[in-house]
């Protein structure tokens, strides 16, 4: 029943063996122990649990870890090796560096709870990747209307995370 | 009298510290049979001075999404003149912190670490003076460097080599299972620290009133946060309920388990607590799927449907109101020779705390019957106390271990309703430590609830426009049964849960008479049922929110029946100059256009777009709080959308003015989602309204401009700013919506199909 697949998750070969139907969050989270993407809704209503596959968002809720095979799945956890190789920094420089989405995070004291911030980084990178200055009105749009979901946020940060995504976008350009 | 002692351990086991315990006057020293190795909570200390010049607070208290993980190394910096970054804190976990208490009471909370802190301060300067040669008088502590008759010593030098034991006086005691007291558990509010040490006066603050970052934000941008749903251990099992086919339905007999396709899997049921587990969790989701289809539940139908909750509630007999303030014979009287009066009926359905992430917990039962359950409730005492009743075992035997996870906003606060009494069964069953994750769907439809509520109203005007008296009669279900559900299904033991709540409003308007009444007496819908039916529960300023709702927006009808602007008209009937003056800086804020309601242009028919502005005030737990709401309409629509909502609170002197400002932000869009799309819906036997696209939050697009007003006082004490900004929020958008119609909504959400029927009606 169990298949031996292989995974690239945030830069590294992962062997694992499990069902190819199973969602890759429980993959990522239970074998993998990464604990940055998370499950909330289970039917990609939420996008608490979204990761990037290949640069795209996905919703690890309801990816078979089979659609992953052969691609490159990043978590929060791999966001700063992302963009030391997108700046060539060195090894050094790279362990130090965050993510500019993860440190405008910190800057803008965005998480309340903080459950929802995974998913909500995860859609940054992706809008940011295609649009390196969006408007608030961009922000809001991406963060409503990209499919499958809206990105929600129980707490109500979502004024905190247009602020810190603003300010990534800068950091970013510059 | 109650007495601080120090005094030196005999035995070193570290570099050095001073210890900062409990000592429960009366209790432990008169010999009350109860030794401290029987009270766990005992042997914790409070704080913990270390050699290194750094100190950890322990509190039983919890971050809840507000920040108090930043705040509390605030306040403890403060008195203790060192650095927050110096300071660690330690949360939650029953084994390991002595205080307990639920986490919504920060400023409580904080009044007790502030004195535990202000204590230890008073013992360590006495310890340099004495180092030092000279008075405590003659000393000045900086960052933890004590300076005094030109020599300087840290605390850690003056520490270095000894451990010392602060003993500070407490009142109280560990909450406990107490079937007879109110939602079940006795000493909810944990420890009070007694006596009254010199503390810093606030015009000297320097670290209370700065943005200091909250500590754990990094951990959880990063991926390096342990959530309570990250708990993992050897031989763990992962479990997916299959809950009754409705609120009401017992178990006829559970679906078969295929072996072959689910090889390691196993069902475990008690009475009506029925589960898959498996070491795999997609196993046990899917084999879960399979087992609930070919599971047989008996048919209930014990509910009103949701559409006829209203008629439901005004038809049962309240009896007289549990709780009343002021006087019913004055305000009658004014009602009866008043010149004009205002009256409506309120009202609002059933909403819920609707975490992101639903309820998840650990336990680990062992055969000798100790359990560790990892958690992330916000009152692990209560918890506590509540898991060793329904097992029937002292508290000792439990221990409750705390992390962070998806805010839930009250739901907790009273130690109940989550997953912990499900794993905590399932791991007894199967003698296995079991991870017990609830779906959206359960949680939606299985969770405790806000319940619904009507409200009968009525203001007295005089000629001159003057309010003179306000009535009002507030009905709901009973909001303090926080059962756990596991304990329910399963048939263990827990509590009666009594109608109870009390007035929870404050009135500001001191120069208006009030009667109020109010009646809980009402069992949960579908009480009889085997799970306890539609819980009942506290959520975000509880009670509060709903009344105000209701009482704010008489304010407005009264206002434009005398054809006075709304804030003038509150300005005139209250002489609370806080209230005053946050109202002023708050309409400044807004380009407030003073004039009654509604707007000349207001219109309730067609396509066209129409706009208004409306005001709401909260007074709550020493905050004074302002909303004003700009609203546009499509009458033809129904569409409501907020443009721009205005916040102002002078909650005393402010802590940490950016997660105040984060705090309010978030508070307007949770009130803006309660005021325009939450809605709980249910059928005769069921919740209905079980995922994001029925149970309908506030996204992002519908986030309006939100400007903050604060205004810090040194002279007010401190008050409650993480709370209460959701409750200003109906109000004010009512208000807009009848500025902008000329047609007043006494019903929240504003949903399109509520509000085209309200103006077609109207």
Redesign the interface.
């Known amino acids: 029943m169990a298949d031996d697949l292989r995974l690239t998750v945030n830069g590294i070969d992962r062997p694992v063996s499990v069902k190819p139907e199973t969602p890759l969050i429980f993959v990522l989270r239970n074998q993998l122990k990464l604990s940055g993407p998370r499950l909330g809704c289970g039917m990609a209503q939420c996008g608490a649990c979204a990761v990037l596959i290949d640069g795209a968002e996905a919703r690890a809720c309801i990816t078979p870890v089979s659609f992953a095979v052969g691609k490159r799945v990043t978590t929060i956890e791999g966001l700063p090796a992302v963009w030391a190789a997108q700046k060539g920094l060195g090894p050094s420089a790279a362990a130090t560096t965050l993510h500019p989405v993860q440190q405008a995070w910190i800057d803008e004291q965005v998480p309340q709870c903080g459950y929802c911030q995974s998913g909500m980084m995860i859609a940054a990178v992706q809008l940011l990747s295609r649009n390196p200055d969006p408007s608030i009105a961009q922000i809001k749009d991406a963060f409503t209307n990209t499919a499958p979901s809206p990105h929600l946020c129980r707490c109500g940060t979502y004024l905190a995370i247009i602020d810190a995504v603003r300010r990534a976008a800068k950091a970013m350009r510059e | 009298m109650d007495t601080v002692t120090l005094t030196r351990r005999d035995l070193l086991t570290g570099s050095g510290a001073l210890f900062v315990s409990l000592y429960c006057a009366g209790r432990l020293s008169a010999g009350s049979g109860r030794s401290a190795s029987t009270e766990p909570a005992m042997l914790a200390s409070w704080l913990e001075i270390r050699s290194d010049n750094t100190a950890l607070i322990r509190t039983g208290r919890t971050e809840?999404?507000?920040?108090m993980s930043g705040y509390y190394p605030q306040v403890i910096a403060e008195e203790l003149r060192m650095r927050p970054e110096a300071i660690s804190l330690l949360m939650g976990d029953t084994d390991k912190t002595p205080d307990g208490g639920y986490s919504a009471g920060f400023l409580y909370g904080m009044s007790n670490v502030r004195k535990v802190a202000a204590y230890a301060y008073q013992a360590l300067l006495k310890l340099a003076a004495r180092r030092l040669g000279v008075d405590t008088s003659a000393l000045e502590v900086v960052d933890g460097v004590v300076s005094g008759g030109g020599r300087r010593i840290t605390y850690g030098q003056l520490l270095a080599g000894q451990e010392l034991d602060l003993k500070i006086p407490v009142r109280g005691q560990p909450a406990r299972a107490d079937p007879k007291a109110w939602a079940g558990i006795g000493s909810l509010e944990g420890f009070t620290v007694l006596g009254d040490p010199p503390m810093k006066p606030m015009r000297e603050f320097n670290i209370i009133g700065t943005?200091y970052?909250?500590p754990?934000?990094?951990d959880?941008?990063?991926?390096k946060?342990?959530?309570s749903?990250?708990v993992?251990l050897p031989g763990m099992l992962h479990a997916r309920l299959v809950r009754p086919a409705t609120l009401g339905s017992t178990l006829i007999s559970v679906g078969g388990l295929d072996k072959t396709l689910f090889?390691t899997a196993s069902i475990v049921t008690r009475g009506n607590l029925v589960a898959v587990v498996s070491p795999d969790?997609?196993e046990a989701v899917i084999a879960a799927q399979s087992v609930a289809a070919a599971t047989r539940w008996t048919e209930w139908s014990g509910l009103p449907a949701s559409e006829q909750l209203s008629r439901a509630l005004r038809e049962h007999d309240w009896g007289p109101p549990a709780h009343t303030r002021g006087s019913k014979a004055a305000v009658l009287t004014s009602l009866a020779s008043a010149a004009k009066t205002v009256s409506g009926s309120y009202e609002q359905p059933y909403v819920r705390h609707?975490?992101?992430?639903?309820f998840v917990a650990v336990a680990d039962v062992r055969g000798d019957a100790s359990v560790t359950v990892w958690t992330h409730s916000a009152h692990s005492q209560g918890l506590r106390a509540r898991l060793a009743g329904m097992l029937n075992v002292p508290i000792e035997k439990v221990v409750v271990r705390w992390l962070?996870?998806?805010?839930q906003?009250g739901r907790t606060t009273l130690g109940g309703d989550g997953a912990e009494a499900d794993a905590v069964i399932l791991s007894q069953l199967t003698g296995k430590p079991v991870r017990v994750?609830w779906?959206?769907q359960e949680d939606l439809a299985w969770s405790s609830v806000s319940p619904g509520w009507v409200s009968n109203a009525a203001a007295a005007l005089d000629a001159d426009g003057q309010l003179t008296a306000v009535r009002n009669s507030f009905y709901s279900p009973h909001m303090d049964d926080v059962r756990p559900l596991g304990a329910l299904l399963a048939g263990m033991p827990s509590f009666t849960p009594a109608p109870g709540g009390g007035v929870a409003s404050e009135w500001p308007y001191d120069r208006v008479g009030l009667r109020w009444e109010e009646a809980y007496t009402m069992p949960n819908l579908g009480a009889g049922a085997v799970s306890g039916g539609l819980r009942g529960n506290i959520m975000r300023t509880p009670g509060q929110r709903q009344q105000n709702f209701v009482l704010e927006s008489l304010l407005n009808e009264a206002a434009a029946v005398a054809r006075a602007d709304p804030i003038q008209f509150r300005i005139q009937h209250s002489s609370q100059r806080r209230l005053i003056d946050i109202l002023n800086a708050t309409a400044v804020a807004a380009r407030w256009d003073s004039r009654p309601s509604p707007h000349p242009g207001a219109h309730k028919q067609g396509a066209q777009t129409v706009s208004g502005r409306g005001v709401c005030v909260v007074v709550r737990q020493n905050a004074y709080w302002a909303g004003i709401a700009v609203v546009e309409v499509v009458p033809q629509t129904g569409a409501v959308r907020v443009t721009r909502f205005t916040i102002g609170v002078d909650c005393g002197k402010i802590i940490n003015p950016?997660?105040l400002q984060?705090?309010m932000?978030?508070?307007?869009?949770?009130g803006l989602?309660e005021a325009l799309k939450e809605e709980v819906t249910f059928d005769t036997g069921k919740v209905t309204s079980t995922?994001?696209?029925r149970y309908r939050?506030?996204?992002?697009?519908?986030?309006p401009e939100?400007e903050v007003v604060r205004i810090s006082r040194d002279d007010c004490g401190f008050g409650g700013g993480s709370e209460a900004a959701n409750a200003v929020v109906p109000g004010a958008v009512a208000a807009a919506f009848f500025d902008a119609t000329g047609v007043w909504p006494r019903r929240i959400p504003l949903t399109p199909d509520y509000v085209t029927a309200l103006l077609r009606a109207a």
């Open positions: 809840t999404g507000t920040g943005s970052p909250v754990g934000i990094p959880k941008v990063t991926g946060t342990q959530w749903c990250d993992q090889p969790e997609w609707a975490p992101i992430g639903p962070e996870h998806a805010g906003f994750q779906t959206l950016r997660q984060r705090c932000q978030s508070g307007v869009v949770m989602s995922d994001w696209s939050i506030l996204t992002m697009a519908e986030v939100i």
